[in-house]
């Protein structure tokens, strides 16, 4: 079965600091995975994807993500948090067939001065 | 070039009552997926579909839940009778021919039952 776990429901860091958010999944397929931010009452922006290509993949806003087969991970990393990275983010698996896609259950990243 | 396009934004329902929600996909894109985001958790497959066929609704309740995307107009979603627990945001995304898995969403709707 396909599956995505995100690590930490709620992750808190200081403005400057390190953003690590993580992210596990399950494929008997190679996967497409993606990352996704949703702001407080709005829907979903798409942040970055894996398709295959490089394992190190950069998004918007200064995130990007390493593809590990060996570890089946996909964590979400920023060298330094702003304010305006708070904000809900999920791991989104790509399940083939009809291109239907599997949500972690999502990390609320918080950012404090 | 507008985004997926979702109204209403926000809609109060009672217990009994009937519930519709539509969305109007990208231009050019024929493909629509309905999810839902109950509080505190990930969003959820429930329905794909194309111009006038469902493809794979495996992630519809039962009962009460319908889907449409006619040939002409946007896509609804309709819930029937809708009771408390299907206060929830619902969420659609739209995807050209061929892409897969790139889906881009809509801004939601958030259907609250009293």
């Known amino acids: 079965a396909q599956s995505v776990t995100q690590l930490g429901s709620h992750v808190s860091v200081s403005e400057g600091a390190l953003v690590l958010l993580r992210c596990n999944y399950s494929?008997?397929?190679?996967?497409?995975l993606f990352w996704y931010v949703q702001y407080p009452n709005q829907g979903l922006q798409l942040l970055l994807k894996?398709?295959?290509?490089?394992?190190l993949v950069k998004g918007i806003n200064g995130f990007e993500a390493e593809f590990k087969k060996s570890e089946t991970s996909f964590h979400l990393t920023k060298p330094s948090a702003h304010m305006s990275d708070a904000a809900e983010y999920f791991c989104v698996l790509f399940s083939g067939g009809y291109n239907k896609l599997i949500f972690g259950a999502g990390t609320r990243l918080a950012v404090h001065p | 070039n507008a985004g997926v396009m979702q109204n209403p934004r926000h809609l109060v329902r009672r217990r009994g009552q009937e519930a519709r929600l539509r969305c109007s996909p990208m231009?050019?894109?024929?493909?629509v997926y309905w999810y839902r985001q109950l509080p505190e958790e990930g969003l959820k497959f429930m329905v794909y579909?194309?111009?006038?066929?469902?493809?794979?609704e495996s992630g519809m309740p039962k009962e009460r839940f319908s889907a449409e995307f006619p040939k002409e107009g946007p896509s609804i979603l309709r819930i029937q009778q809708v009771v408390r627990g299907d206060s929830a945001a619902y969420f659609c995304?739209?995807?050209?021919?061929?892409?897969?898995?790139?889906?881009?969403f809509g801004p939601g709707t958030r259907l609250t039952v009293t």
């Open positions: 579909l194309q111009k006038e066929n469902i493809i794979d």
């Open positions: 894996y398709t295959s290509a490089a394992t």
């Open positions: 494929s008997s397929v190679p996967p497409y």
């Open positions: 231009k050019g894109h024929s493909h």
């Open positions: 995304a739209s995807s050209p021919k061929g892409l897969a898995g790139e889906q881009y």
